[in-house]
């Protein structure tokens, strides 16, 4: 029944036919509020009046205490949002995820693993993060973070612990708290982690992030100090007996400074060691240290203290000779040396001032060098701030040899310095550097300016004058010269009408800067045999014992013994040497040589020799396989016929290089040659030194290779012979009438080593050959040389301007054919020619600059051996005489020959005509 109508309505209008029936709006609401009030409560409506109770409820209690909420906006610090910080810079991603105990060390703010082992031995000067990670009862990851004080520890080791503790919480999303713990008084839960076995390390491992000033340590030095218009500090022995009345002496004992004056010192003298001094307390002790001037007779007893004194009454009133501690002037004079690295060997040029006598300024010294300077009691090395570290490690090495070559006191020390932080006793060394007294007011004004206008002119003579290199011939050097080094010119010996120089070098203005110290030097002097063979004996006496490999079929194979000292310039080779460390001291006690021996009583040696037509395999492979095994053992890589004089002596002088390879069946077809083929060795000392003998296969067996001064080796194999055969071939020991008779005992054992029974030995000596079987092997007779005169002759130099300019250097006195660099110009001396050879690579600066530099050397050359003289020839690569290549030992074939610039110009020359 709707509401609101009656039964007859309804009844009515039920009858009444009607399509679409009116709504009644208020009619609908009046339906819907009778629905609400008849409906029954379900459960929804039964907890909706709980919670409609309790608020109520709550209310009402409010209301009796009188308390309400006071609602409170968020503050500054809370309405910020926190930045997500990167903890993976400190901690590893891993971390946390594996049950057990880490650690990390506090190291420069920073957190550092610690291995394992070390875990619960803690340094007292540091700080730790300890964590440790667990499954709890619910079998999920859960952590325990512990960070630990040493009683020794900096502040900032301490802040960073507990600053990286809390990071290393937020880094693992843990809910537990760091926990502090400090030396001897650790938790238990803490010392339950390393089983109550904590244990304490004086001192600390870490370094801290902080710069500490340490204390300077000073050495304790006495200097005598002499002159007036520039004062000469030298150092003295300490001891009261250095003590002289004339002098004036500085004692720097570190903090504080002696000035002890005589009672016949000058006053002058006086005046600027007391100003010395005090630059020495201002530039070095920043104002620290106290100053003491000391009469005689008025001493302290500090001072005797240092001295070992005091004397004795009447050791002041002896009579003190002038020559009393008074070193040689030659010795004394100070010496500056460049230090710099050649092709191998280091070089240690002396510097020249410009003026006429040796007087060093501080213009000499270039920030990229390195330079030594000896002062004979005083080694100084100046390290410029753009040299490199190598250099200054092979300065500081080279400083110590230095001190040892000659005798000096025992108060003599080496000390570096750094450009820009020079001591005074360095700077004292050099005129003009930070004078003590820029002004002499003891002077007028017309005298100051006549000495103006004298300093002027001898600025200008400086400027023009040279130094005299050689006394034989008046060689001097020009300003115009590479950095620390000098131009030689010659003026005297130089023809009517012409100069010594070329035009290009004659010129100031328009010279370029050289080097060409190198053509000026002496010859080396060779080493007597009687000397040479005493270093190869002593050389292996240290020799313990050596291992050979050859690289074969891309692996390293044993060497057999009896081809030890045999090598194939298609191979690569390792030998392994073991040494006998060299005592320091050499009185030995008795106790010391029963002491048993270790591995620390040896050291080894690792030399990998390449042949000169062996290609990189052998080098790589050792590379990339075998030299990680070889990490604390020194490795030489040696090229043939340029090994060291120590790899040489191992064999005796009796080093044999044959052509090709050792097993035959490696070698690729093309390059095999004939099993039947006449072999040529020669057997050839360096003119320097008897070490360095080698004998090598030549190219070809030719009489024209036969010289009466050498001994040789020809190998005539038999054709069509069986491996039964009881000969297989003739070997002719040759030996030159003129030849040494210990090279020829040498030649006759390197065929006896080379070859077994089945070929027959024979020594010939010349002049004794069979008429048809020797000559006929070796191509028929023929003219060959009788004399080799020019082994005491040759020289070989290096042209090239890799330096950034055009120098000049001496190879190697043990050079060979591979020494022809092609970028380079080099002049060979023979004793008859000068030879200018040209590489297909060179420039054409060079070649000029070349050219020139071999027309100084002829002249040069016409002062010092005027009974021989030399004519000037040109030759290129690939086309040099014989008279060229009998100067290298076992010449062969150039590896990569090409068409050089010169001849490239030639040619269109000759297109264009």
């Not at 002696?258 to 006053?267: E, F, Q, R, T, V």
């Not at 003009?432 to 300093?455: C, H, M, N, Q």
């Amino acid at each position: 029944m709707l509401a609101g109508a009656s039964p007859q309505q309804i009844s009515a209008t039920s009858l009444l036919p009607t399509k679409n029936p009116v709504k009644d709006p208020i009619a609908r609401k009046k339906r819907l509020k009778l629905l609400k009030q008849n409906v029954n409560e379900n459960e929804s409506s039964k907890v909706l009046k709980g919670m409609r109770e309790v608020a109520e409820s709550k209310k009402s209690d409010k209301k009796l205490t009188g308390k309400f909420d006071e609602i409170k906006g968020k503050r500054w610090d809370e309405q910020l949002e926190k930045p997500k910080l990167d903890y993976t810079e400190f901690f590893e991603d891993d971390v946390g995820h594996i049950p057990g105990i880490v650690c990390y060390e506090i190291d420069k703010f920073l957190p550092s693993p610690v291995e394992p082992a070390l875990n619960g031995k803690f340094f007292e000067g540091d700080c730790y993060i300890v964590l440790k990670t667990y499954y709890d009862e619910a079998n999920n990851l859960n952590w325990q973070i512990f960070f630990w004080i040493g009683s020794q520890s900096s502040l900032d080791k301490q802040a960073c612990a507990a600053m990286h503790a809390v990071n290393l919480r937020n880094f693992l999303g843990a809910t537990c708290r760091t926990q502090r713990e400090e030396q001897n008084e650790e938790s238990d839960e803490f010392l339950e982690l390393f089983g109550n076995d904590l244990c304490y390390i004086e001192g600390a491992r870490t370094t801290s992030g902080f710069y500490k000033v340490e204390d300077i340590e000073y050495l304790t030095r006495m200097y005598k100090v002499s002159g007036t218009q520039r004062i000469v500090l030298e150092p003295v022995p300490i001891h009261y007996e250095s003590l002289d009345p004339r002098h004036v002496f500085l004692l720097d004992n570190g903090m504080s400074i002696y000035l002890w004056n005589g009672s016949k010192c000058n006053p002058i003298t006086r005046s600027k060691a007391r100003l010395f001094a005090e630059n020495i307390n201002k530039y070095e002790r920043k104002f620290q240290c106290e100053l003491i001037q000391l009469k005689q007779g008025d001493e302290v007893m500090p001072f005797w203290r240092i001295l070992d004194g005091p004397p004795s009454a009447e050791f002041f009133t002896k009579e003190f000779s002038d020559t009393q501690n008074e070193p040689e002037p030659d010795k004394f004079q100070p010496k500056l040396y460049k230090v710099g690295i050649g092709m191998g060997y280091l070089e240690l040029p002396q510097v020249q001032a410009n003026t006429g006598k040796l007087v060093l300024t501080k213009d000499l010294l270039d920030t990229r060098g390195v330079y030594i300077l000896d002062c004979y009691t005083d080694i100084f090395v100046w390290m410029g701030r753009k040299s490199t570290r190598l250099v200054r490690t092979a300065a500081v090495k080279l400083s110590t040899s230095l001190e040892a070559m000659i005798s000096r006191p025992a108060h003599t020390m080496v000390s570096s310095t750094l450009e820009g932080s020079e001591n005074q006793i360095f700077k004292s060394k050099f005129e003009g550097w930070d004078e003590l007294i820029p002004v002499d007011y003891t002077r007028t004004a017309d005298a100051v300016l006549k000495k103006s206008e004298k300093f002027k002119k001898t600025q200008v003579q400086r400027e023009g004058s040279v130094d005299s290199v050689s006394s034989s011939s008046t060689v001097s050097t020009n300003y115009l010269s590479a950095p620390n080094s000098t131009l030689i010119r010659s003026h005297s010996a130089a023809p009517s009408g012409s100069s010594a120089l070329p035009a290009i070098l004659q010129n100031p203005s328009e010279a370029l800067k050289t080097d060409l110290v190198a053509l000026f030097k002496d010859r080396y002097e060779p080493v007597p045999d009687v000397e040479a063979l005493g270093m190869m004996e002593e050389m292996n006496d240290f020799l313990e014992s050596k291992e050979c490999f050859v690289f074969e079929n891309k692996k390293f194979v044993r060497l057999p013994e009896n081809e030890i000292g045999q090598f194939y310039s298609e191979d690569c080779y390792l030998y392994f040497c073991k040494y006998w460390k060299v005592e320091e001291e050499e009185d030995c006690k008795e106790q010391d040589e029963e002491e048993p021996i270790t591995e620390n009583s040896f050291e080894c040696k690792l030399y990998f020799w390449q042949g000169r037509d062996a290609n990189n395999a052998g080098w790589l492979t050792f590379t990339f396989s075998l030299k990680k095994k070889f990490k604390d053992i020194e490795i030489i890589k040696l090229d043939q016929q340029q090994e060291s004089p120590q790899f040489l002596a191992h064999f005796n002088r009796q080093l044999v290089i044959h052509k090709g390879k050792r097993n035959p069946s490696v070698q690729k077809p093309a390059q095999k040659s004939s099993s039947y083929e006449t072999k040529m060795y020669q057997l050839r000392r360096n003119p320097y030194s008897a070490i360095c003998t080698r004998c090598i296969q030549l190219d070809q067996a030719t009489a024209l290779n036969l010289c009466s001064s050498f001994c040789f080796i020809v190998c005539v194999p038999f054709e069509n012979t069986d491996e039964m055969s009881a000969t297989k071939g003739i070997v002719y020991v040759w030996i030159g009438k003129n030849s040494n008779t210990e090279e020829a005992k040498i030649a006759e054992e390197i065929a006896q080593k080379m070859y077994d029974e089945s070929f027959s030995i024979q020594v010939l000596n010349e002049g004794e050959e069979p008429e048809t079987f020797f000559w006929h092997s070796l191509e028929g007779r023929k003219p060959y040389d009788t004399s080799a005169e020019y082994m005491n002759y040759m020289r070989l130099f290096r042209c090239s301007n890799d330096k950034g300019y055009f120098s000049v250097t001496e190879k190697c006195n043990d050079f060979c054919q591979d020494d022809l660099a092609d970028d380079d110009v080099m002049i060979l001396d023979t004793g008859e020619n000068v030879y200018l050879w040209i590489g297909p690579s060179s420039s054409e600066i060079e070649v000029k600059l070349a050219f020139k530099s071999s027309q100084v050397y002829i002249q040069n050359l016409k002062l010092k051996q005027s009974s021989r003289p030399r004519r000037l020839l040109l030759t290129t690569k690939g086309k040099e005489p014989l008279a060229f290549t009998k100067c290298f030992h076992a010449w062969s074939k150039h590896k990569n020959l090409q068409i050089g610039n010169l001849e490239k110009k030639l040619i269109l020359k000759q297109k264009n005509i």
